[in-house]
């Protein structure tokens, strides 16, 4: 791959002429022109980049060199349209990369991230370019609105791409660039080793007490494929790792498995990344300098609906003294009943679970395991779709015919309720090696038009839930099940999207959680559940009663959840509110600012600086916070439905159009305040 960059300066057609064998290089032969799987292989996505980078430049080249005068048709909409070959390959690479790895793979991310880097750099700084843009947008105000915030969107992000700066200050943004772009693969790339790394293996069965039979059986399977039968393997994957903690008496191997997981990166070997955060951060605070902001939160911000980190510092604090008070409430209700037990330690962070959900089923006789039985995956994907259906008409069917990236994936084809074709939606739901941990959606093709035809949608929904065993189905938990709601929610927002831009599918980052979780409220809803929690083997619907308990209980162990969350939202501000760029040690800043905001011993943050991919290694950076200041909004939007009825089509057509549909044509609060006819309310 030393030869890449050569490569690159070859004609594109040359390149598809040496491998006229790559699926990439001709139309997809599939339904709907889906990714063609089945015939991919991991020795054309070079090729495939190499081509795509190729004909990127001389797309843009042609743009550059043209003589006509710069309209928004030769500049602005040529600049949108180009690089489609070059967006399809990486689609569909990266979001391999992230669900269904292997080290080649890897190898290949870590070679071309510079090369992608590079090449961003060279359209973003490419000063002849930018000048016929800045022509187009001095002249946008006889635009219609679509066209002029196509322009401001592109103009703004030249600016913010470094374009106005000198020559010398260009150069070193591009480094940066490159630099930023190879950390944050080996973060993301550390923290699947090491979650892969560790497994707690029990070979004496009292080691397994209070352990439900479910996970009994799925730690059996997982040591059947390490070839240790008779032996039980648990694992960090979090459906292995947190009914362990929740439910095992063994509170020496509770904390084996807790420390592992937080543990991860942290061992000063070749998977740490404390060196890595503490660069990415230093790297980030000069490039925004050099960008004219004080701080990369100060950048960031300035696109979202927060704009400053004052603000959302101001926001945090509003939230967490409350939720310190309830956390050390149900403290005190576990350490009670630590004592009642005869014991006389003192409630660790890997007791919490355990204890937790003692006083759960002690206050409102609710056990979590009651439950998983009316929530077999098959039948919360066909509630989440009853909803989306009851909401907006539209339907989802299976289709067997079109190729996945692995036996675990389904594919379901999006239409409205008069058949009309909306979309394609991958679920792919189960752990595995070659899985990152979490859940998220992916989009495998934006929807837009060009030349008047609609280019629909192709999105994947991922997530790591508890698998079937050889004696039942995947029965999730109520976590699991209001992950699966959100990660669909995301979805709805992909599928739904009715831009004629792709660009303008962009939101701000702390308005992205707000389809995903308003979809959450919904899950749980008496009149919801009654459409999907029936019980695997009887086919009952969830009785009533455990119905009234969960309701009960919905509140219960909120002082911890808020904690665990803001303390790692104060800790990525935090990362992301330097104002030099010297480099920290890692776990000497994060000790800090922990303590600064006062995170009791019993509660560990939720995501360190090691493994907290979310802001090193994804999108988060200074936007962890943005999972609360959605949940204003979705709070705010659901009442609406409230107001009405849970289906009102009134209310969900409105909440479509202004909000799942219509991206970033407008500034989203306008938006907003379009659906709801005010601003939200904090209430």
């Known amino acids: 791959m030393r030869q890449l960059v050569g490569l690159v300066l070859l004609s594109w057609n040359l390149l598809l002429a040496q491998d006229s064998g790559n699926p990439f290089f001709r139309p997809y032969p599939t339904p709907f022109q889906t990714p063609p799987f089945d015939q991919i292989q991991e020795e054309h996505y070079v090729p495939a980049f190499q081509a795509g980078i190729a004909k990127n430049v001389e797309e843009i080249q042609a743009i550059v060199n043209t003589t006509a005068k710069p309209t928004f048709e030769n500049t602005v909409e040529a600049v949108e349209f180009s690089g489609e070959l070059l967006s399809q390959v990486r689609a569909v690479f990266f979001n391999l990369s992230s669900a269904h790895t292997n080290s080649h793979m890897q190898q290949i991310a870590r070679e071309m991230a510079p090369l992608l880097s590079r090449h961003r750099d060279d359209i973003l700084l490419n000063d002849r370019l930018f000048q016929r843009i800045k022509i187009v947008y001095r002249q946008r105000q006889n635009l219609p609105l679509e066209k002029r915030r196509l322009v401001e969107e592109h103009y703004k992000d030249f600016v913010r791409a470094g374009a106005d700066l000198n020559a010398n200050a260009k150069e070193e943004l591009r480094h940066i660039n490159q630099r930023l772009s190879v950390l ?7 923290v699947l080793k ?49 009914p362990f903690l929740q439910y095992s008496e063994k509170r020496s191997l509770r904390q084996k498995m807790f420390e592992a997981y937080i543990e991860r990166c942290n061992h000063d070997n070749e998977f740490d990344n ?17 960008l004219g902001s004080k701080t990369h939160a100060d950048f960031i ?71 998983r039985p009316y929530f077999k995956l098959e039948n919360v994907i066909e509630g989440v779709f009853t909803v989306a259906n009851r909401l907006y008409g539209i339907t989802l069917t299976e289709r067997k015919d079109i190729p996945a990236y692995h036996p675990d994936v389904k594919v379901f084809e999006v239409k409205e309720g008069d058949g009309t074709h909306i979309g394609i939606l991958f679920t792919d739901y189960f752990p595995r090696a070659s899985k990152r941990g979490g859940a998220w959606m992916n989009e495998l093709r934006s929807a837009y038009r060009k030349n008047g035809k ?61 389809p995903s979780q308003i979809m959450e409220n919904w899950a749980f809803e008496p009149e919801v559940l009654r459409l999907y929690a029936r019980h695997y083997q009887t ?52 000790k800090s600012a922990l303590a600064r905001i006062g995170l009791m011993p019993e509660i560990a943050v939720r995501y360190r600086t090691p493994y907290f991919r979310h802001i090193f290694a994804g999108g988060y950076s200074a936007g962890y916070y943005s999972y609360i200041w959605a949940e204003v909004l979705d709070t705010d939007a659901f009442a609406a439905f409230q107001k009405t009825s849970l289906f009102d089509k009134k209310t969900a057509q409105a909440f479509r159009k202004h909000v799942l549909s219509s991206g970033g044509i407008q500034e989203a609060m306008t938006l907003y305040k379009k659906f709801r006819g005010r601003e939200p309310r904090i209430e």
């Not at 069965?205 to 399977?221: F, W």
């Not at 990362?575 to 890692?586: G, P």
Request: aromatic residues 10%.
């Open 454 to 514: 609609k280019i629909t949608p192709v999105v994947c929904n991922v997530g790591n839930f508890s698998k079937p065993t050889a004696d039942q189905p995947s029965l999730l938990s109520l976590d699991e099940v209001s992950t699966l709601f959100h990660e669909f929610g995301h979805a709805l927002h992909g599928l739904l999207s009715d831009v004629p831009y792709e660009k303008l599918s962009n939101v701000p980052q702390d308005l992205v959680e707000l």
């Open 301 to 371: 911000l300035a696109e979202n609906m927060a704009k400053t980190p004052a603000k959302v510092y101001s926001f945090l604090d509003k939230i967490w003294h409350p939720a310190l008070a309830r956390a050390r409430r149900e403290i005190q209700d576990m350490q009670a009943l630590i004592h009642k037990e005869g014991q006389t330690f003192t409630l660790a962070p890997w007791d919490w679970w355990y204890y937790s959900e003692k006083v759960k089923k002690a206050k409102y006789d609710l056990d979590e395991e009651q439950l």
């Open 194 to 242: 090491e979650d892969n790394n560790f497994y707690l293996t029990v070979t004496d069965r009292s080691d397994l007490a209070g352990l439900p039979d479910n996970v009994i059986s799925a730690a059996a399977e997982a040591a059947h494929e390490r070839r240790l039968d008779g032996q039980w393997i648990f694992t960090l994957h979090k459906p292995s790792l947190l």
């Open 539 to 590: 086919d009952e619907p969830i009785p009533p009663a455990l119905v009234e308990k969960m309701e009960k209980a919905k509140q219960f162990n909120q002082g911890f959840i808020t904690v665990e969350y803001l303390s790692a939202s104060y800790l990525d501000m935090d990362w992301h509110t330097l104002a030099d760029s010297v480099r920290r040690d890692a776990a000497l800043f994060e």
């Open 274 to 290: 404390k060196q890595n955060a503490s660069e990415v951060a230093a790297l980030r605070v000069r490039k925004a300098n050099l």
């Open 184 to 190: 944050s693969l080996q973060f993301g790339d550390n």
